[in-house]
């Protein structure tokens, strides 16, 4: 089971107690739109749905305030390194080809992940 699904789990029985009469609906929606993402796409979704995995007396916003490739969270370094695992260079160029179109936290966040996946092609496995 990847780290993505006891997130989507909680996500889906908040829905369940918050809004009862609409959480089938709901949780269909986000089915189809995790569905719908292409792999480039994914990789940021679940990087997203990581850092907004805020624990119970955890701050959101120092949470979102931690740079991903050195957060406090194993969980979104993990989402992080998948970002810049080599193995994923076509999807991360998808997002680098197009970065100029971000706004300026977007764009840095981008660029720093290309930086990091160069760099771990060069380390070769060992930077893996």
Do not use: C
Request: hydrophobic letters at 35%; proline letters at 9%.
């Amino acid at each position: 089971m990847s780290e993505i699904e006891p997130v989507l789990q909680r996500l889906y029985e908040s829905i369940r107690k918050d809004s009862p009469d609409r959480a089938a609906k709901i949780i269909a929606t986000i089915q189809a739109f995790r569905a719908g993402l292409g792999p480039e796409d994914a990789l940021w979704h679940d990087l997203n749905l990581v850092l907004h995995d805020a624990q119970p007396g955890e701050s959101l916003a120092d949470r979102l305030s931690a740079n991903p490739w050195q957060h406090p969270d194993p969980r979104v370094v993990g989402a992080w390194r998948k970002i810049t695992d080599p193995a994923n260079e076509p999807h991360l160029k998808a997002w680098h080809e197009k970065r100029e179109k971000f706004n300026p936290a977007a764009r840095s966040t981008v660029e720093t992940a290309w930086t990091q996946l160069q760099e771990r092609k060069r380390a070769g496995p060992a930077g893996t």
